[in-house]
């Protein structure tokens, strides 16, 4: 009799033990309770990192010369126009003034889906 009591108790303190720690493990920033999940994309920004609302975009330039296409991408709304933002680059990982760019190759897929490849910012392509 004593062996089921502690055989429960053990399964009684896992259960809430999981429950008290099992939370979400993601990198997401959390939504607040007035917004839904539908108001935001899946993909953030490259450069600030912050969730894109549905619609937002980021700002860029597309350059096309003999079949070769480069795209310069300068950011999303919010770190564009923000003073104090924390724009950097994803390959160096240094920081990125309001008028410097990323720069990348775009090319179509063989199912027509347009790919993107980060090659960095004008100081660590330069180098």
């Not at 770190?79 to 410097?100: I, M």
């Not at 720069?103 to 910012?121: A, P, Q, S, Y």
Request: net charge positive; with cysteine.
């Amino acid at each position: 009799m004593t062996e089921i009591i502690i055989v429960a108790s053990l399964i009684l303190v896992t259960a809430v033990v999981y429950v008290l720690f099992s939370g979400t493990k993601t990198n997401e920033p959390k939504i607040k309770q007035n917004e839904t999940k539908d108001e935001y994309s899946k993909l953030p920004c490259i450069i600030c990192c912050s969730r894109l609302k549905r619609g937002e975009r980021l700002k860029s330039e597309k350059f096309t010369v003999d079949d070769k296409t480069t795209v310069h991408i300068f950011g999303c709304p919010f770190c564009l126009n923000a003073d104090h933002s924390k724009r950097k680059c994803p390959v160096c990982k240094k920081s990125l003034k309001c008028n410097e760019y990323l720069i990348g190759d775009m090319w179509k897929k063989d199912n027509g889906k347009n790919r993107l490849h980060v090659k960095g910012c004008v100081k660590c392509i330069s180098q």
